[in-house]
């Protein structure tokens, strides 16, 4: 696999994780909780582009659910990232010596001024991560999250479902 090569710290989330997401404001208090699972798909194309597609199933204790979905192609020395929501990227921090560091940044398509910024760095064993994001508006952050996973699988095609691949909004399930 292309990125295997190339990324293998990227390549390395390719699976199914289970976690909890905590957003913070810019003052550190609690604003949202809630537990997440994440489908990493990672293929090659029959035309040789690598790709990688993520969907996140985030779930509430009032039973709520909202299932996001992007993807992305490797070219260079990363792989990009452009739907109607984001324009962005996701690659190996190449100066981190521990090869464990993974980079994501991004904006919103349709907020000019709104940037994001994730560090996740995976455990020597690949079965745990840690994510921190930080979000900025005009140039100001205005909060943060915290995430703590743990890989539940490395075969992604056993929790796969076709109801994974768009976009919906919170809401009972």
């Not at 992007?70 to 792989?79: A, E, L, S, W």
């Given at each position: 696999?292309?990125?295997?090569?190339?990324?293998?710290?990227?390549?390395?989330?390719?699976?199914?994780?289970?976690?909890?997401?905590?957003?913070?404001?810019?003052?550190?208090?609690?604003?949202?909780?809630?537990?997440?699972?994440?489908?990493?798909?990672?293929?090659?194309?029959?035309?040789?582009?690598?790709k990688l597609a993520q969907t996140n199933i985030y779930t509430w204790d009032d039973g709520t659910q909202e299932i996001r979905y992007f993807d992305g192609t490797f070219k260079g020395d990363r792989v990009w990232i452009?739907?109607?929501?984001?324009?962005?990227?996701?690659?190996?921090?190449?100066?981190?010596?521990?090869?464990?560091?993974?980079?994501?940044?991004?904006?919103?398509?349709?907020?000019?001024?709104?940037?994001?910024?994730?560090?996740?760095?995976?455990?020597?064993?690949?079965?745990?991560?840690?994510?921190?994001?930080?979000?900025?508006?005009?140039?100001?952050?205005?909060?943060?999250?915290?995430?703590?996973?743990?890989?539940?699988?490395?075969?992604?095609?056993?929790?796969?479902?076709?109801?994974?691949?768009?976009?919906?909004?919170?809401?009972?399930?």
């Amino acid at each position: 696999m292309i990125i295997t090569e190339k990324q293998p710290i990227v390549a390395s989330q390719a699976g199914v994780w289970e976690g909890e997401y905590v957003h913070l404001d810019a003052d550190h208090n609690i604003i949202d909780r809630h537990k997440s699972r994440l489908v990493c798909r990672l293929t090659d194309g029959p035309d040789g582009e690598a790709k990688l597609a993520q969907t996140n199933i985030y779930t509430w204790d009032d039973g709520t659910q909202e299932i996001r979905y992007f993807d992305g192609t490797f070219k260079g020395d990363r792989v990009w990232i452009k739907n109607d929501l984001i324009d962005g990227f996701v690659g190996a921090l190449n100066y981190d010596e521990t090869n464990r560091t993974i980079m994501v940044g991004w904006t919103r398509t349709h907020e000019p001024d709104f940037r994001y910024y994730e560090m996740i760095t995976v455990a020597e064993d690949n079965q745990a991560k840690n994510r921190t994001w930080h979000w900025y508006r005009k140039g100001r952050l205005f909060q943060r999250t915290v995430i703590n996973e743990n890989r539940i699988s490395d075969d992604w095609q056993a929790y796969d479902d076709p109801s994974y691949y768009s976009f919906r909004p919170r809401s009972a399930v």
